[in-house]
């Protein structure tokens, strides 16, 4: 740190102010003017500025609660589940306890403080306690050590953060652009593969090409039926494209007793329940396996048809799949409509052949590209944590 810096508290050149919550089951208190910001808001912003937010409260819920005004141009920061979320105010507001509110005095500049919380994420994690999940307390924050350089230095190292930061997110924004660009020239390719039908091409339904099945979940509590070798899979697993490791071992005796059935290598395994993007993945088993109730099975006779154009199939029918899926608290698919879904190919096995190998190898240019350009954003989120280290160390 340069030698005419100083060190100070943040408790020296900001107030803290925390936040509360009116109560929830008292109407006068909700729906007023007054802004008042939780976590949760904080995790949905898209830029680093609060303007609004979705839930207000009055003056009779403020006056009533611990929740306190915080002026505009202050920091907000969660301070649980989790801390670290960070935005400036451009309104006057409040937050519910899971936030504080930071407010600069005039020797501090707050683009300065900011970024300097930015480059504090992981100390503020490592001063929270908890047992149910960590919360940063106000004492702790006050003791935060800062670098303290003059107002003009501040405000000289915030306009060379700001250039840097502008150059850094707009080689992420096209790094993003290019891997979005190589999803969507594989998706492309894979549409006008299923959708361009030769009129020699045939359609058969799902059920007519393969054995079709699924799975279940042995009584967790039988402790007989866990620790087996014999490999279980569940969901999850659906995310990689190519299973070889198993979620969970069950015996035999789970074989037997139970609706468990033993599926062999290159089964496919299209996930029905799932939250998220899960329901509707498809994957090919690489090693012989049993599945839980939550997965389809699909077996092709690889006499019909190739078993790896039957999944390019399902990867491209993953939206409609998800948009087949049916239910009240947890949306599933529906085996019976899995069984129904019409594939066309072209009767001849070479020609399923020819489509694969040029699917696989654009599917594997995709693969590789995104490698890069997901090493490329990681190396640019690298670049400003290393860029903002330096800055308040007075390297730059």
Excluded at 108 to 120: A, E, R, V, W
Excluded at 188 to 213: A, M
Excluded at 291 to 314: G, H, P, S
Aim: with cysteine; glycine share 6%; net charge positive.
């Amino acid at each position: 740190m340069k030698n005419n810096w100083q060190t100070k508290r943040l408790g020296e050149v900001c107030e803290i102010v925390n936040g509360g919550t009116p109560k929830t089951n008292v109407p006068r208190y909700w729906d007023g003017d007054i802004l008042w910001i939780t976590p949760k808001d904080m995790g949905r912003l898209k830029n680093i500025f609060v303007n609004d937010t979705g839930r207000k409260i009055t003056e009779a819920g403020l006056k009533d609660s611990s929740a306190k005004i915080i002026p505009p141009e202050s920091i907000i920061l969660s301070s649980r589940a989790p801390i670290g979320y960070l935005a400036i105010s451009k309104k006057e507001l409040c937050t519910n306890q899971g936030c504080k509110g930071i407010v600069p005095k005039k020797e501090l500049d707050i683009y300065f403080l900011f970024y300097f919380l930015k480059n504090s994420v992981d100390l503020l994690n490592k001063l929270g306690s908890g047992t149910t999940f960590k919360e940063l307390s106000s004492t702790k924050l006050k003791e935060v050590q800062i670098p303290f350089p003059s107002l003009v230095e501040q405000k000289r190292i915030v306009q060379l953060l700001d250039g840097v930061f502008e150059k850094i997110e707009k080689a992420k924004g096209n790094a993003e652009k290019n891997l979005q660009n190589s999803r969507e020239l594989f998706e492309s390719y894979l549409r006008n593969i299923f959708t361009n039908i030769d009129n020699h091409w045939e359609e058969k339904t799902i059920d007519n090409i393969g054995k079709i099945g699924t799975g279940a979940t042995p009584l967790k509590s039988n402790k007989k039926y866990y620790g087996g070798n014999i490999s279980w899979i569940t969901s999850k697993s659906t995310r990689n494209p190519f299973i070889k490791e198993a979620d969970d071992y069950i015996t035999d005796l789970a074989l037997k007793e139970t609706n468990c059935k033993l599926n062999s290598i290159h089964t496919l395994i299209i996930a029905m329940y799932g939250q998220g993007k899960t329901r509707g993945q498809v994957s090919e088993l690489l090693i012989g396996a049993a599945t839980n109730q939550a997965i389809a099975t699909v077996l092709v006779d690889e006499n019909k048809i190739d078993r790896t154009f039957v999944k390019y199939f399902f990867v491209f029918n993953y939206e409609t799949m998800r948009q087949m899926a049916e239910g009240g608290l947890q949306l599933n698919l529906n085996l019976n409509k899995i069984k129904k879904m019409k594939i066309p190919f072209p009767k001849p096995l070479s020609q399923q052949k020819e489509i694969v190998i040029k699917l696989d190898e654009l599917s594997g240019q995709t693969r590789r590209l995104e490698e890069v350009y997901k090493q490329k954003i990681a190396d640019l989120e690298e670049l400003k944590k290393s860029v903002l280290d330096k800055a308040f160390k007075g390297e730059l």
